[in-house]
């Protein structure tokens, strides 16, 4: 499935990552410094959103989307 844009806008607006390639704050907070892939992929293993976050951040810098 995949998610359409008003959705993936809302939550790159309104979600903030916080320190979200510190392996620290993943294993602390259970991935949830990675909030905002946390919020597109809930049923993705915390394990995998660092990785997934990086391909946020290029997706965003590519599209000229917001990302917090």
């Known amino acids: 499935a995949t998610i359409g844009d008003a959705h993936l806008n809302f939550i790159l607006k309104h979600s903030t ?25 809930p049923h993705v293993c915390h394990t995998h959103y660092l990785g997934l976050t990086k391909k946020l951040r290029a997706f965003c810098r590519a599209e000229a989307r917001p990302y917090q």
């Open 17 to 41: 990552d916080m320190a979200p390639e510190s392996r620290f704050w993943g294993w602390l907070l259970g991935g949830t410094n990675n909030h905002i892939v946390h919020h597109l992929a």
